[in-house]
């Protein structure tokens, strides 16, 4: 992130992956329109950043956001047309457009609340791990607006309609486990894993072409809302052009290993990346080893009695 402190988000780089913390747990990480400013410009910076390979979004505290700050971004802004305006574009271009068309994989990690806008980034956000016990809300009906910027139309995009029609109606909390029920979200885990099963998967995401991975994710998102001739022409052109570029000459690599060096199975797992440290060679078996042992001393008795 720029040089400059900020005040609502703290960013930490660690092995390729940068967790970005909304912070204001005193507030449980409600978006104040400062939040969605400093949110915006660290996600444009990160995008480029050459040590971020994964993106993490999670709360400070224990508490991924409750939402929009009602006090700051709503009622102070009432009689403010500006600062609404400029406060809803960054709010909604860092929680959707940024992260929906995002070059680099990009994970939430939710715990505590999540509650009402805060399901835009938990729906652009690529995967979502949450903790078991996560109370989810779709509160706006309980305080009279509808899930407004995008979140009717994204919550509805994620999950089953019945249980979007539901939850937003209702405004009923539901828990992790639900949540994954659903498909709010990949992963549902005790809270004391949730740390490392995010870790997990950054480090999955990270042994994968980079080249191939931007590609299938806007692939994935692209085509939902294509037919199927604009279909075969998007992916067909975004499959050339995934060798524009691309540092690790994926297919070919992928071919190689796989057919001349015999290296790695695809079906498992993804090719060697250039750098990456190569498996150790795998060792035997302790059972074998005994029983190569005792073949051992077998002829070596046979050979004395000679
Ligand atoms: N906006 C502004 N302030 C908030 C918000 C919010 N969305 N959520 C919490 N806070 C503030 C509280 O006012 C309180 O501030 P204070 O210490 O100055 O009094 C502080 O955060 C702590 O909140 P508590 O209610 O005391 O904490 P608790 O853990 O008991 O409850 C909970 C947390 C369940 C999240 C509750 O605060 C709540 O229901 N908040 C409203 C959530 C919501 O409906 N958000 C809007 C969704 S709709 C949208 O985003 C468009």
């Known amino acids: ?172 909390p539901f828990d992790g486990v639900e949540a994954e029920k659903i498909g709010f979200v990949n992963f549902a885990v005790p809270k004391e894993d949730l740390v490392n099963k995010t870790i997990e998967l950054a480090q999955k995401l990270m042994a994968k072409s980079p080249a191939v991975l931007r590609a299938t994710k806007h692939a994935v998102r692209q085509v939902r809302t294509m037919d199927f001739d604009q279909s075969y022409d998007y992916l067909a052109a975004k499959g050339q052009a995934i060798k524009v570029g691309d540092t690790e000459d994926s297919y070919n690599t992928g071919l190689t290993q796989f057919l001349d060096k015999k290296a790695y199975k695809p079906t498992f797992e993804p090719f060697a990346l250039k750098g990456a440290k190569k498996p150790k060679a795998k060792k035997k078996a302790p059972a074998k080893k005994k029983a190569a042992a005792k073949k051992k001393t077998a002829k070596k008795k046979t050979a004395k009695k000679k």
Not at 75 to 97: C, D, H, I, Q
Not at 112 to 134: E, H, I, K, N
Not at 155 to 165: C, E, G, Q
């Open 1 to 172: 992130m720029a040089a400059k402190k900020m005040k609502c988000v703290k960013v930490e780089k660690k092995g390729g992956i940068a967790w970005v913390w909304l912070n204001r747990p005193e507030k449980r990480n409600a978006m104040s329109p400062q939040l969605h400013f400093e949110m915006d410009e660290t996600l444009r910076v990160l995008e480029t950043d050459p040590k971020t390979r994964v993106v993490v979004i999670a709360g400070a505290g224990g508490y991924f956001s409750a939402g929009q700050d009602l006090k700051e971004f709503f009622r102070a802004n009432e009689k403010n047309p500006a600062g609404r305006k400029a406060a809803a574009e960054a709010a909604n271009r860092w929680r959707w457009e940024r992260l929906y068309k995002y070059d680099k994989p990009t994970i939430a990690m939710v715990e505590g609340y999540c509650v009402g806008g805060a399901f835009m980034q938990l729906c652009a956000t690529d995967f979502a791990v949450a903790a078991d016990d996560t109370v989810f809300s779709l509160s706006e009906v309980n305080w009279g607006i509808l899930p407004g910027a995008l979140v009717s139309k994204v919550v509805s995009d994620t999950i089953m309609p019945r249980k979007a029609l539901y939850y937003c109606c209702l405004g009923e």
